[in-house]
C-alpha cells in the first residue's frame, strides 16, 4: 500500500507563510531609537515597513526617497492629490536634472 507522504494542502499554506514571516522578520531592521517616533502624525505607523527604511536600505536618493515617502502617505494623510502631484514633480525632477530629459 503506498504512503501519502504529501502534505495537506492548508498545512503546506500555514507553513509557507511562518516561513515567509520568519524571513522577512530577519531582513527588517527592528524599528528603534529615532524610527520609533514620528513627528507631525501616524500616517506611517500602519506601512509594512517605514519609507524611511526601504529608503536607507536601498540608497534611494532625495528624489527617489520623495517619490517613495508621497506614495506610501497619499491615502493616509488627507493630502492625496496634492502628494500624487508631489510624487509627479519629483519624477519629472528625476527626468530633468538626471537624464537631462524635459518632461
Same mark, same amino acid.
Do not use: C, W
Given at each position: 500500500?503506498?504512503?501519502? =507522504?504529501? @502534505?495537506?494542502?492548508? !498545512?503546506?499554506?500555514?507553513? +509557507?507563510? *511562518?516561513?515567509?514571516?520568519?524571513? =522577512?522578520? @530577519?531582513?527588517?531592521? !527592528?524599528?528603534?531609537?529615532? +524610527?520609533? *517616533? ?66
Amino acid at each position: 500500500m503506498p504512503v501519502n =507522504i504529501r @502534505e495537506p494542502f492548508d !498545512k503546506y499554506v500555514a507553513r +509557507r507563510m *511562518k516561513e515567509e514571516d520568519e524571513l =522577512i522578520n @530577519e531582513k527588517v531592521p !527592528k524599528v528603534s531609537g529615532a +524610527r520609533e *517616533k514620528q513627528i507631525g502624525g501616524d500616517h506611517y505607523k500602519d506601512s509594512g515597513i517605514q519609507p524611511v527604511d526601504y529608503i536607507y536600505q536601498n540608497n534611494l536618493d532625495f528624489f527617489e526617497g520623495n517619490i517613495i515617502k508621497y506614495t506610501t502617505r497619499h491615502r493616509k494623510k488627507g493630502e492625496g492629490s496634492a502628494d500624487i502631484r508631489k510624487v509627479i514633480h519629483y519624477a519629472e525632477l528625476i527626468l530633468e536634472l538626471v537624464y537631462d530629459e524635459k518632461p
